[in-house]
DNA sequence: GTCTCTTATGTTATCGATAACATTGATTGT
DNA sequence: ACAATCAATGTTATCGATAACATAAGAGAC
């Protein structure tokens, strides 16, 4: 629309000026529009025959609703602000005009002049993940009762392509922009650093923040899974997460159960790389069959996450391998397929709708000026839910 | 940061203009700052120094870099675009100084001149759905080769819900619109109709669209599954599904259901209302236990949801009965669930990738002037996949 | 009755990039 | 060789809302 507006304006400048024929932008749609007519004069009335019959109408601005209303564009700014001084009866002219002549505020123009966009940019890996979707959903709840809106993109689990996107994002200006994980390219770290703007990373504890924290140690709830399985009677225990050379929450895990499992003095090479991040179901059920291959005597083993973990449950349901009595699974992150199949899946819950009420919380105080100059800290401690795919 | 750097302004007003002490907003940060200090003529050092101290600078702009490397402002504007005619090593002049000087586009002021955003803004039932999920990614990476990035909104499968959502979507001035469904309320027709953008309807086949269509017909695609299941013997057939009051895909698939089991000359009335939707797999499983306490004899279910079937399924097994043997189990959406649980669920593929590939090229062919003012009708036929919960 | 304070509104300048138009020197075609 | 074209850059005005400042009229205080 913006670009069909702009033959109209084009063809203004037609009448005064031939030159503009060198314009290659101008020399496309009016031209042909005009050719057809050999008199100059008639020009502008020619282009608003055009327009209307194309239905191009300028689109309404607040000056229109000034006019109309007999008010200036500053009244009609205001009337539409909830705790601007204007009187009853004249925001209620200025919002019936606006309604009768179909006005759709600009925030665009807003934007730059009050140097807010009530953006808010946020990073997740993959836009297909109900843990990640569960924390961008809270998230937005949590900041919308502020007007904000999240500006979402994803990064495929890979930091180059974090950079680019977190790029991309700081060009929209957001208020505050919320990261997924705390590693990140040196580059992304300066872009954060230098944007002006809260940072907060979730989803992990990282060593040096850049900003805000709203996390969780992936390593120790996993170690603390270990630990369980290791009370419980497990020695022979395997992991299956994504390759190790991602820097993925994915891979805190696998460390934190190699750890765990090291402190225990048990063996800690039953490890199956599954793939690049995301893991699916199918590549779950495929590392499980090639575990069950490899390590035909392993008696638990614990999962990146419960999709994967679930993907391996039907690999021994399909084997006909008895779950837990033959085998034992964890999972991560209290996924709703989990709780409900059957046998149900023993899990570690995240809290991933707690993380993004946090850090909408926390984004609000610190725009608001609470919490003034000091870093949020916002420490998540994951529970263990033991189910019945461990004893 | 916005906020943070407007004392800085407001400090160079006051000494000027002494009357500045009357408007609120100024009267809170700077002030405390000024207080101490006796000296009026100190106050812009004092300032600076403020400035310094808290790490406020001005944003850097074009025009910044326009001063440092010697040309015009509106030549680094065209330094930054790929197509634009400067020569090389004005080019890598300009970036050079931006990349010191920590420079970072702009989008809100180019927006606002431009008329353009980039913005595709899109709105889905729930961000916590994989099937969305999908077309929003084919459709965010079908976009993405041309410099679009999508607004994303969610609708809570709620068309009031929608209507504030899409006018939200619309002050941001995006380039096109894509909604999921067809049905909604009279006020966001008309923004959608008045909002000038190309507008693209999904994952249904309106009756009455309001531009563009990329979707699928729900109520036949789940009357191929009851003409399958009704060929394969089974004639007791119960539908799962939402609640029947919503505007949703869901009651045109239930409404589909019962159209289709009429035709057959069959019983209708084994319908299950699971509550408002989204159908969890846990509400799927109470509707299945719901289902075969009140119709016993039932032999097969479609369910609106491969979630929703999965935990018809789940039921099933913890009451231990055999699926297909005893009841027959149809999905809907060939989630990735579908495909690996044992036994695997017969489903219905709405190839809801494709749909959001195809919207994306749909977008892509009408921004740039193909298709001139042809409407796009991009039917998908979604596929039956039998799998082992039916025979 | 004068002064202060508040409420409702108007005026002006501005956010930062860029569209539109202008200009200059170099290159090409015939 | 000279007009025509092009490549590279500059100048000016502008997108539309709103921050900042100004002002007029009414309410209340002493």
Redo the contacts between chains.
């Keep these: ?3 069909e ?1 702009r033959p109209f304006k084009a063809s203004l400048f037609f009448v005064s000026a031939a030159s503009s024929f060198a314009t290659p932008s101008f020399a496309s749609g009016v031209i042909t529009g005009l050719q057809s007519c050999d008199k100059l004069a008639v020009v502008p009335v020619i282009t608003i025959t055009w327009a209307k019959m194309h239905n191009i109408r300028k ?1 309404i601005t607040m000056a229109d609703i000034a006019r109309s209303t007999g008010v200036s564009p500053m009244t009609v700014s205001r009337a539409f602000k909830q705790d601007a001084s204007v009187s009853q009866e004249t925001r209620e002219a200025v919002l019936r005009a606006a309604e009768e002549l ?1 006005y ?6 807003a ?2 002049r ?4 009530d953006f808010v940019a946020v990073t997740i890996p993959s ?2 993940n ?1 843990n990640f ?2 924390t ?2 809270s998230l ?1 709840d949590g900041l919308a009762e502020r007007g904000l ?6 990064t495929n689990y890979d930091t180059k392509e974090e950079e680019r996107l977190i ?2 994002l ?4 957001p208020e505050a922009i919320v990261v997924t994980g705390g590693k990140h390219t040196p580059r992304a770290r300066k ?1 954060l650093s ?4 809260p940072v907060i990373e979730t989803w992990d504890l990282p060593e040096e923040p850049i900003g805000h924290v709203v996390g969780f140690s992936n390593a120790l709830a996993v170690r603390e899974m270990v630990n369980h399985f290791v009370s419980s009677g497990y020695r022979k225990i395997a992991f299956i997460g994504g390759d190790a050379d991602r820097d993925t929450r994915g891979t805190d895990r696998r460390a934190g159960f190699i750890a765990a499992i090291k402190d225990h003095g048990l063996d800690a090479e039953r490890l199956i790389a599954a793939g690049p991040p995301p893991i ?3 590549e779950g ?1 495929n590392a499980m069959g090639r575990l069950l291959e490899q390590f035909p005597d392993t008696e638990a083993v614990i999962c990146v996450s419960d999709l994967s973990a ?2 391996a449950l ?1 690999e021994c ?2 084997r006909g391998l008895a779950v837990p009595e033959q085998i034992a699974i964890g999972g991560f992150g209290d996924y ?2 989990g ?4 046998p149900s899946l023993t899990t570690i819950n995240a809290f991933a709708a707690e993380i993004g009420t946090k850090a909408a919380k926390l984004i609000i105080d610190v ?1 608001d ?1 609470r919490l003034a100059n000091g870093l949020g800290r916002v420490t998540i401690r994951p529970d263990l839910i033991l189910r019945e795919t461990s004893r």
């Design positions: 629309m913006p670009q507006a689109p179909g759709v505020f600009d925030s665009t123009a934007n730059l009050s140097q807010r966009t836009i297909n109900a979707a569960d961008v959903r937005s809106q999240i500006l979402l993109g994803y790029e991309q700081l060009r929209r200006k872009l230098n944007a002006g703007i699916s179901m199918r059920a679930f993907g039907t349901q399909r709703e397929i709780a409900i199949c059957v725009l000026g």
